[in-house]
């Protein structure tokens, strides 16, 4: 199909829009359109065999027989009608159009009857109903021509070509343009909430890109055969950008889709273009991914997802929780569970469960693509849930490489967002090796934003962004690790680091004082003498008088309680207690001893993120003893720790301008004031 037949069909179907002003907000135009769209599709795909299925259903009337199977076969498609209406039937009774219009609808076939109930069908019926625009609006869908071949005008007939097959009118693939473009508009007119339906065709055609790009050559062999699965669907323009992709490389290819969706509404939109393009709908599940997975125990070739960007996963919690303490590794979460208001990496580590295992001769195996903000690649400390899983994934050799991409990319929001590619069959020169790509200033920008979409990726940029993760794949197995420009290739170990608990001594003068007697009043391990307040009474004489050393002022408290009749508790708590409200803090002070070893300070407890493939110990000596020679590290309490600093890694230094420079141009923007203020005083 033709770009202009394309967009011929989508302006007919959205034309329904100018009916629908008034009465509908702008938002809500998709409401009506896309589920009439399908409607109309369905119907035009089942009219060559209406009167054969209507005929078996008629034969099998009245037995308890399940008699689905039959009537599918009978339609020659996963869907079929058993009802004699047809839209343009409804459409010339208009005192009845409701009736029968969900009288047709109750006779679709259960899958197909699902996506309109999705859609809230019967309720957009009524509404069209109550405002008299019901009947215009089947009768404006009855006209669009939708049907797979042409047919002659006359008779109806199918036209048949010279080599005696039906002459194509609107093919499944071009009505998934149609649709794609109605589902677009729909996310236009629905600024706010755009990114919940719908992903840019670009950011999708450039992941599609980075996924499927090095396989080409395996893609292009004739029978090649393909699953690609998509956890968090929307409308399902990811899996139709997959198929598309490996059906462009090879026609003959045959690429299955699956898919599950929370959003009832987006999950009606896919659902309908896998019946729209003859895909199986039934592989498009409705539900949360994490608490029901739709595709449990299943495996995919290519795995791809956009997820919502820092939602948490609260709802789910019981569910999630419960899998990972009872099935532990074994499970889909395993590696560990992230904080719960963002669940973007339990996403990933559902897609990586769904992975295909690579076989002893190298065949098998999977590669995923996953849109992510900043915050998977650094949030969480060493030993976290997300440091864990990035761990995991590390250690396992699954990350591939992560492309940074420009802000403003997306509709409902303007953060910048990454992709993260993973495959569990590297190349062999590739392995423990990752790929860090800068990408976010290759954008052009939209003459009018959408929604936060301010920026769009040109083809060109699409195929340069392409071409250099192509080029830093092949430059990592030659060995190489780049270091600059726009790609970075780094070990997996790099990532790794110790986070080192760096302790000091804890030094102390001792002293009392009218505000120190007063905190020996409130303590609460004081408060058990029989009597706080001889105590205070007999601490009184030594205020004022400082001991550099802890035995000299516990010999000096011990005789003025003796003195004041107030025996000296033996227990620890009463002790440590009396040290900390009589010792000072000092730096020339005595180093205090815990059992013989040196007591810490935690106030002057400090940490520090040392690389996995740096020493310690010499880590301590270069940085740390210079500046505080008593300074030691405390092991028990090391951490491993995993970040991908991604920023950092491609941050250039910028250097100020000089103040000269600066200096001239704020006179002359002073000069230009004063003559703007001249001309007012004028």
């Known amino acids: ?395 396992n050799d699954w990350l591939e490489g992560i492309v940074a991409l420009p802000d403003q990319l997306f509709y409902n929001t303007g953060i910048s967002t990454y992709f993260w590619i993973l495959t569990n069959r590297k190349a062999r020169g590739h392995r423990g090796k990752v790929v860090l790509l800068d990408a976010r200033d290759q954008f052009a920008k939209m003459r009018k934003s959408l929604g936060d979409k301010r920026k769009y990726v040109t083809p060109d940029q699409i195929k340069d962004i392409t071409r250099l993760y192509a080029e830093a794949l092949d430059v990592a197995q030659d060995g190489e690790h780049p270091q600059h420009g726009k790609v970075k290739v780094f070990a997996n170990e790099d990532f790794g680091y110790r986070r080192i608990t760096v302790e000091r001594p804890l030094k102390l003068r001792f002293e009392v004082t009218d505000e120190t007697l007063t905190a020996l009043a409130v303590s609460k391990p004081i408060q058990k003498v029989p009597d706080v307040e001889a105590l205070t009474t007999a601490l009184k004489p030594l205020i004022g008088q400082v001991w550099t050393t802890k035995r000299a002022a516990w010999d000096a408290l011990r005789k003025a309680m003796a003195e004041g009749g107030v025996p000296w508790p033996t227990g620890t708590p009463f002790q440590k207690a009396m040290r900390d409200i009589i010792g000072v803090r000092d730096p020339e002070g005595e180093v205090q001893l815990v059992k013989g070893e040196t007591e810490p300070d935690t106030e002057l407890r400090d940490y520090e993120n040392v690389p996995l493939h740096e020493d310690v110990e010499e880590y301590l000596r270069r940085e740390v003893l210079p500046h505080v020679p008593d300074a030691w590290i405390d092991h028990e309490k090391t951490k491993i720790g995993y970040e991908i600093p991604f920023t950092r890694h491609f941050y250039v230094y910028k250097p100020p301008r000089p103040l000269a420079e600066i200096d001239a141009e704020l006179k002359a923007l002073e000069a230009e004031i004063q003559a703007l203020l001249g001309e007012v005083t004028e």
Request: hydrophobic share 35%.
């Open 1 to 395: 199909m033709n770009s202009s037949k394309h967009t011929e069909l989508a302006n007919h179907a959205w034309s329904v829009a100018d009916l629908l002003r008034g009465d509908y907000k702008q938002s809500d135009y998709g409401k009506v359109i896309l589920p009439f769209t399908v409607l109309r599709r369905l119907e035009c795909v089942l009219d060559l065999t209406r009167d054969k299925v209507l005929t078996e259903h008629d034969r099998f009337r009245g037995q308890d027989v399940d008699v689905s199977r039959f009537l599918r076969r009978a339609s020659g498609h996963r869907f079929y009608n058993v009802s004699g209406y047809t839209l343009k039937s409804i459409a010339n009774d208009s005192g009845q159009t409701a009736k029968h219009l969900l009288a047709y609808i109750g006779a679709f076939s259960e899958n197909a009857q699902e996506v309109m109930e999705r859609y809230e069908f019967a309720q957009q019926v009524r509404r069209l109903d109550s405002a008299n625009l019901l009947y215009q609006v089947v009768g404006r869908f009855a006209d669009l021509d939708l049907h797979p071949h042409q047919r002659d005008k006359k008779t109806g007939k199918v036209i048949l070509g010279e080599d005696g097959k039906p002459v194509p009118n609107v093919t499944n693939h071009q009505m998934g343009y149609v649709f794609e473009e109605l589902i677009r508009r729909f996310a236009e007119q629905s600024n706010e909430t755009a990114g919940e339906h719908f992903t840019p065709r670009e950011v999708i055609e450039l992941m599609v890109n980075l996924l499927v790009a090095p396989d080409d050559d395996a893609l292009s062999i004739p029978g090649t055969s393909r699953t690609v699965m998509d956890p968090a669907c929307g409308t399902g323009g990811m899996l139709s950008a997959a198929e598309e992709h490996i059906t462009r490389l090879n026609p003959s290819a045959t690429v299955t889709v699956f898919g599950q969706e929370l959003n009832p509404e987006s999950w009606a939109i896919c659902r309908s273009d896998m019946m729209i393009k003859d895909q199986d709908p039934d592989n498009i599940k409705f539900g949360n991914s994490f608490s029901d997975d739709g595709h449990r125990g299943e495996h995919f070739d290519y795995l791809l997802a956009n997820p919502p960007f820092g939602v948490e996963w609260k709802k789910v919690k019981d569910e999630v929780e419960n899998e990972y303490e009872t099935l532990g590794e074994s499970g889909r979460f395993g590696a560990g569970l992230p904080r719960i208001n963002d669940g973007s990496l339990l996403f990933l580590q559902h897609m990586i469960s769904k992975m295909k295992p690579v076989t002893l001769d190298g065949k098998g195996g999977s590669r995923i693509a996953i849109v992510f903000n900043g915050s998977p690649l650094f949030t969480g400390a060493a030993e976290s849930g997300e440091s864990r899983i990035r761990q995991w994934i590390l250690e």
